[in-house]
């Protein structure tokens, strides 16, 4: 096992804050590859999923609602659709035994799906629904899906956010039974994110995969259907007239840091690197979100150690044990 924390500095990548997926992409065969996109059917994730089926690359797409997954997808050649339901444990165990039996191998795995700022809403045993579908759920994914991630060249890329800025780990209360607020139950399960890559890569060590944390910037889809347009524009989201704010990314540009780093052999020796804007993110030196950057409570090991067993605990899986 690995001990070594990525350092956090550039790789000279080429691509920047405007780049697309498929300009990271270009001159890029995935032919043979077969990709997993948790929401790869809206939003940043339907552009990941259309740029990786572009490069040749197979897609699975799991969704809770398969039929409006296959919908969005339109009959995309080269996508398969399946049924998964991240807040639900059982879900996940039946998803990945399907996966498990058809005995194929999987070599990139991008954990895009998520809720933010959504009512207080309790899943499973009471926990908080954003700790338990944006973390949660893709750590008993990923560990149940552990068998089929091809040996010495997998990549594992977990969807964080600059919204890691608002919050730590709330070790004495990840749930929130003592009042609710909806950001900062988001920006937990952001910082989640970013610690289950970091110690993923860690315990995956050089045979397994190597694992990272992207945030893909700031961009308008509907994962922000839960912040109506009057917050949005109190925000500086938008304009008066309802237009992404100067800095906002298209989603093809949003797709691109998780493409890159599902990809790049920039990154083959930097594995639990935390991204943005298709390169290493630096420490952030301010608190803009839309300026990014990283918080070093994401970058702590022992942090990182301290969630991925409380992770273990209340799901009861852990294939890296």
Known sequence: MTTKTAEQRGTGSGHGAWSTADDVLEGVSLKGRTALVTGGHSGLGLETTRALVRAGARVLVPARRP?????????????????????????????????????????????????????????????????????????????????????????VVAVASSGHFLSDIRWADPHFHRGYDRWLAYAQSKTANALFALHLDRLAGSGGPRAFAVHPGSVLTPLQRHVPREEQLALGWVGADGTPAEGFKSPAQGAATAVWAATSPLLADRGGAYCQDCDVAGPATTDDMLVGGVKPWVRDPGSAARLWELSAELTGVDHFA
């Open 67 to 155: 039929e409006a997954a296959a919908t969005a997808l339109g009959g995309l050649p080269g996508t398969e659709v399946a049924a998964l339901d991240l807040a639900d444990l059982d879900s996940v165990r039946a998803f990945a035994d399907r996966v498990l039996d058809t005995g194929r191998a999987l070599d990139l795995l991008i954990a895009g799906a998520g809720v933010m700022a959504c009512p207080e809403t309790r899943v499973g045993p009471g926990w908080e629904a954003h700790f338990a579908v944006n973390h949660l759920g893709h750590y008993a994914l990923v560990n149940r899906l552990a068998p089929a991630l091809s040996p010495g060249r997998a990549r």
